[in-house]
C-alpha cells in the first residue's frame, strides 16, 4: 500500500515505527523541487509534485505526530504578503491523500481569501486528524490535545498562524492561545475577537447582494434561498436574510438538535428545516434564486451540479467545488452563476486578523468590508469578478483566481517575504529533529 492511500493513523505509526516525530516537505525555489526532511518521505513528495490540482508550490507541509498517536498538519502557501494565516480544522480523514488534499486546497483558498480581502496574509491551514473512536469532545483530552498543537504551531516560528475553523471553537484557540502567540480567533475574555460566525454571515449575505445587483436582479426580498448545513454560520445568515424580507429560506441539517434550536429560535418566520443524512445531498436540488452550501467541501460535482434549480451559487463552505476548472465550466454552461467561497466567506478571518491591534465599536476597518464604497469590500470585489468573469468569457472562479493570485505576489509593505526566510531556518536548524 503506498503512502497516501494509508489512513492519517497508519501513516503515524509508519512514522514512528522510523522512529520520526516531525517531517516536513518544502518547496525548494532553486531547484522547482520538493526537499523533504526524510528520504522515507520522498514518495510523498513524487506525489504532490505531480499533482495538478492541489498542490500550488505551498511553501511547506509540516507535519508532527501526536502523543495519541495521530497527526497534525500545518500547511503554508503564498507567503509574499505575510505569515500563512488559517484555521485549524479537526476532522476525520480516511486517507492521508484526502488529508494533504484538503489541507493544500484549504491553505490555497486562505491565501486567495486574504489577498482579496486586502489582508497582509499569506495562506495557511492547520488540521488535526481525528481518530476513530476518539474520546475528542471530552474536555480534559481535548485540552491536552491542543496544548500539544500549540507546542507544534510554536516550533514553526510564526510561519504559521492558527485559528478556529471546522471542528474547533475560541475556547480551543483560548487552550492554544496559552502555548503560543502565533494564534487568532481567541474569546474576548483574554482580548481576541471571539466567535467569527456573525461576521461571516453578513459576509455571505453582501456576496449574494453583489451578485444580484449584477445580474439585474434586485434585493434579496422576495427571494427564495436554499441552505445545505444550517450550523453556526448558517444560523447568523437566517437571521440577516430574514431581516432583507427573503420569501422563505429552506434548510437541511443532520443533527436533530441544532434543527430544534433554529425551529425555537426563528418560530413563525419563513424558514424550513429539513432532516439530512450524511452523504444526502437532495437538498442541492431545490428550486430558489440562491443556493448557499454552508457544510464541508467538494460539493459541487458532476454528479451534483445536473440537479442544482438556481441562478446563484453562494455559501460559506469551503471549497465548494470538487475540481475548480471542470465544476466551475459545467455550472457556467447551466447558466448558473457561481460565487467563489474565498470571495465571499472571508469574514471570519477579516474579524480576527489583526485583533492584536486592539478593538474600535462599529471597527471601521472591518465594517468596510460589508459597504458598498472601498475597492476591497464583498459587494465591489463580487460584482468585479462577475463583470471580469462575462467580459472575458471565462468562469467565475479562474476569475477570482487572477485577481486574488495577483494580489498574492504584492509584498508585505515592511516585511516583504519573511515567511520564506523562517521556512529556511527551520530547515537549516534540522527542525525534524527537535
Known sequence: MSLVDRSPEDFASHLRSLGVRRAYLVHNHGTGQIDVSHPELAPLAAWMQTDNRDYRKHAGVFLQVNQSGGLFGAFVQATTRGQGQGGLRHWPYPTLSAFLRDGLRLATGMARKNALAGLWWGGGKGIVARLPGDAYRDPVQRAALYREYAEFVTSLRGCYITAEDAGTGPDDMAVVHGGTRFVTCIPPAIGGSGNPSPATARGVVCAMEGALAHLGLGTLEGKKIAMQGAGNVAGHMIAELLTRGVGGIVASELSPERR???????????????????????ILATPCDILAPNALGGILSPETIPTLRTRIVCGAANNQLLDEDRDAKALGALGIVYIPDYLCNRMGIVNCA???????????????????????????????????AEREGITTAAAANRLADELAQVPHPIWGDRTRGIIAGLVASRWHLS
Do not use: C, M
Open 354 to 388: 489583526n485583533e492584536q491591534y486592539g478593538h474600535i465599536p462599529g471597527d471601521p476597518a472591518i465594517e468596510r468590508h460589508l459597504g458598498r464604497e472601498w475597492d476591497n469590500s464583498v459587494f465591489v470585489i463580487t460584482r468585479r469578478v462577475l463583470e471580469l
Open 260 to 282: 430544534a434550536e433554529l425551529a425555537q429560535q426563528f418560530a413563525g418566520a419563513a424558514l424550513t428545516l429539513l432532516p439530512a443524512k450524511p452523504g444526502d445531498n437532495s
